[in-house]
């Protein structure tokens, strides 16, 4: 399906009689239109969008642009996808076409899914998603103060076959939820805290992956709503929730042969794989703003927690940062575990890839592999996260090698785009500082 009339035939074909239409930014957040068939594919001959998706933080405050007006759109006619929250509907994806080309998601992505083509890959990908559930509605967190939650499953454990039993009807109806927005789905179980489940979503073509990813989010909330509760993606929400996270699994495929270059006979982590890894690990530590893009993200690599505080790696090792998979098969991957559940997936796969390529046309040499340490372990020569959005912000603008892979037009937005973020929370003081500092 390549162009309007082709689009138009399958509506009709299909008996879509509604079309939801919009743009991912920043947040994942699908800013939409809702237009019935006739009128979509009169808007869809000029299609445009307002221009102030690049500069809204995610209060939907506008710092910076202007003027403000309607930008050209061009669609993603391959992005056709049922609209599961109502009869006869699907949803369809674009991007800008004008000034504000490229700086988006999608945009940033696509352009590292070209790259990986030029190469001779194809890319397959998946993400993982914990999430949390809770006992409040909108208007009970707004009345709570957004404090003092009431807990969904208390006596949930980790991977439990008592909350599966007990929770089967919820779990079935949240994955048809899930199917009716057409992602693709491999599992959803319950995970390691109060009202945590986790959603492993197929492997897919990269961009499909970031659009289910997206999508899941979005049918995942609007579940919890449907039942008066609320489904949370905060990579931290403190004690006595687990920090959650959004992990991306991805490997490369030789389009000349069809085989998967991760792959290797003796089922060890091979050399292709290492110089993918040793790509990620010199990128992430200056773009891992692309992957952490709010000031609460930085809040699960606190110390004690599950997640890691450098760029390490190892074969099948939960506590490192990329975590090796290798086999003699097909289904040899590298898995991407530091990102949180609130990551943007289109930009935290972009990342990846970008530096996954770097490694490739390189020949980089990954850190000696640390298959043994805890997550706070910080192997020598180690490079460090950043500790906050606003350090993510100054790495990546001063980074030359985000630059080379995402531009510089790019990296300079998103930085302050950054520094915005962090600046609207740098003031605030939460109940548990005025706790211990407040009597002296």
């Not at 209060?59 to 599961?84: I, Q, V």
């Not at 992602?183 to 289910?212: R, W």
């Not at 290797?264 to 773009?287: H, Q, Y």
Request: with cysteine.
């Amino acid at each position: 399906m390549t162009d309007l009339k082709q689009l138009a035939e399958r509506l009709e074909k299909e008996g879509i009689d509604v079309l939801h239409v919009g743009l991912f930014d920043y947040a994942s957040s699908f800013r939409e239109r809702r237009l019935r068939r006739d009128q979509f594919l009169a808007w869809a001959r000029d299609p445009r969008f307002s221009n102030t998706l690049p500069y809204w933080d995610n209060s939907d405050n506008l710092f910076g642009g202007g003027p403000y007006l309607t930008e050209a759109l061009k669609l993603d006619f391959a992005s056709l996808r049922p609209y599961g929250f109502e009869p006869n509907a699907a949803t369809i994806i674009a991007e800008y076409a004008g000034d504000n080309k490229g700086l988006l998601p999608r945009d940033v992505l696509r352009k590292q899914i070209e790259r990986a083509d030029a190469m001779g890959f194809e890319v397959r990908a998946a993400f993982e998603f914990e999430v949390i559930f809770l006992e409040e509605n909108a208007a009970s967190l707004r009345e709570k103060g957004f404090a003092n939650f009431t807990t969904f499953m208390p006596e949930n454990k980790c991977w439990s076959g008592q909350t599966a039993a007990d929770q089967a009807e919820f779990v079935a109806d949240l994955e048809q939820t899930i199917l009716d927005h057409g992602v693709s789905l491999f599992a959803v179980a319950g995970e390691l805290g109060p009202g945590c489940f986790e959603a492993t979503l197929a492997a897919e073509t990269p961009m499909k992956a970031a659009d289910d990813a997206a999508f899941f989010r979005i049918a995942a909330r609007s579940f919890a709503r449907s039942r008066d509760m609320t489904a949370s993606f905060m990579a931290s929400m403190g004690a006595p929730f687990p920090g959650i996270g959004g992990h991306v699994v991805l490997s490369l495929w030789d389009k000349a042969t069809g085989k998967n270059i991760f792959a290797d006979p003796s089922a060890t982590t091979n050399a292709k794989a290492k110089n993918f890894i040793g790509g990620m690990a010199r990128l992430t530590p200056e773009a891992f703003a692309l992957a952490a893009n709010t000031v609460n993200a930085y809040r699960r690599f606190a110390p004690g927690s599950w997640a890691p505080k450098s760029v390490t790696w190892a074969e099948y090792t939960f506590t490192t940062a990329v975590r090796s998979v290798p086999s003699a098969e097909d289904s040899a991957r590298l898995e991407f575990r530091l990102p949180g559940a609130d990551c943007n997936p289109h930009l935290t796969l972009a990342l990846a890839l970008a530096g996954g390529l770097d490694g490739i046309e390189e020949s980089l040499t990954p850190p000696d592999a640390t298959p043994f340490g805890g997550p706070d372990d910080i192997p020598p020569g180690a490079t460090r996260l950043p500790r906050d959005l606003k350090d993510a912000a100054d790495r990546l603008r001063a980074s030359k090698h985000a630059a080379k892979c995402f531009g510089e037009t790019f990296t300079n937005h998103f930085a302050h785009v950054c520094e915005v973020e962090h600046a609207s929370l740098a003031k605030a003081v939460s109940a548990a500082e005025l706790a211990r500092y407040l009597e002296g």
